[in-house]
């Protein structure tokens, strides 16, 4: 009887990998890099072997491992295609076939946000509701949506990219993506930088943040400086909180979730973050979507490989 499963979380530099059982206990987890040379030709492969070295440790059979779970970055639609990821040197092709061609096991993929938020749904801060929107803020802003237990992937795999709904006229600054006033060029850890740095150009006001140098302004400085009451670093945090807030209830009013859960690094700052999002979610959002509650992700980076693992227990 059939198991065991792997989740897969491609990353830039690591792939994470690990084992589950079907209801979803995390029995081991590991890590192998990313070769990303070549046009990304050795990451499959490397996965199968690292999946197959894992299985003969264990003393896994093949009929006692349900399937493999990857997920992975780019675009990635429900049947598994990759619409390049340009930071895995990967162009367009099926990640289910390639890679359940190299192991002959069942395989699902898809676009690493979606995949955490399904993995938070599951077991993380979203764990009981069926309809969430996972916010991750780190370098830039990712997001997933679940929509009735299930990832909303879109035509292409592009469901779900809410880091670049657009929330800003004027903005000169060019974001990652080649537009500009993305939600992610203000939202994020680089983006509350950007905030940061414009913040005390135009004030003389004293501020902690002034007294280290601008390189090494981050959104860990920032928001350790609003627990202490700084001026300039409070209206950091407002303009933050009102871009976000409104950016959700755009975003609420659409798909109606019960939760919002806020993930990746800025969200090591804890509830406080949620102090500057709600008043401004609170005023923008459509009242018929005002009842969505906030937590903050709890699975870390983890997410990815338990989310990866239930898609292929759907």
Not at 99 to 111: H, R, T, W, Y
Not at 213 to 219: D, G, I, N
């Amino acid at each position: 009887m059939s198991k065991y499963v792997f989740g897969v979380d491609v990353g830039g530099t690591t792939v994470k990998l690990g084992l589950f059982d079907k209801d979803g206990e995390l029995l081991d987890k590991w890590e192998v890099p990313t070769k990303t040379e070549n046009g990304g030709e050795k990451i499959l492969p490397d996965v199968a072997a690292s999946i197959q070295r894992k299985m003969k440790e264990k003393s896994i059979r093949k009929d006692e491992v349900i399937g493999v779970g990857l997920g992975a970055p780019g675009p990635i639609d429900a049947e598994g295609t990759v619409y390049v990821a340009v930071n895995l040197g990967w162009g367009t092709f099926s990640i289910r076939d390639t890679l359940s061609g190299l192991l002959d096991m069942k395989v699902k993929a898809g676009n690493d946000a979606n995949v955490a938020a399904l993995g938070e749904m599951w077991k993380g801060g979203g764990k009981g509701c069926k309809n969430l929107v996972a916010v991750t803020l780190g370098t830039g802003v990712g997001g997933g949506i679940i929509v009735n237990g299930e990832i909303l992937t879109g035509t292409s795999g592009a469901g779900g990219e809410i880091g670049h709904i657009h929330v800003q006229d004027g903005e000169t600054e060019v974001c990652g993506c080649g537009n500009t006033g993305c939600l992610e060029e203000y939202a994020s850890a680089t983006g509350i930088v950007r905030l940061a740095r414009r913040a005390l150009e135009s004030t003389s006001e004293p501020s902690i943040l002034r007294n280290r140098p601008v390189e090494t302004l981050s959104a860990k400085a920032v928001f350790d400086a609003v627990k202490e009451n700084d001026a300039v670093a409070i209206q950091i945090a407002e303009k933050f909180g009102e871009y976000l807030g409104k950016g959700l209830g755009v975003i609420a009013g659409v798909v109606n979730p019960e939760i919002f859960v806020i993930g990746g690094g800025v969200s090591k700052a804890g509830d406080i973050l949620f102090d500057y999002i709600k008043p401004y979610f609170d005023k923008t959002v459509f009242k018929g979507c005002k009842n969505v509650e906030f937590a903050l992700a709890t699975l870390g980076n983890d997410a990815g490989i338990y989310g990866a693992a239930k898609l292929v227990l759907e």
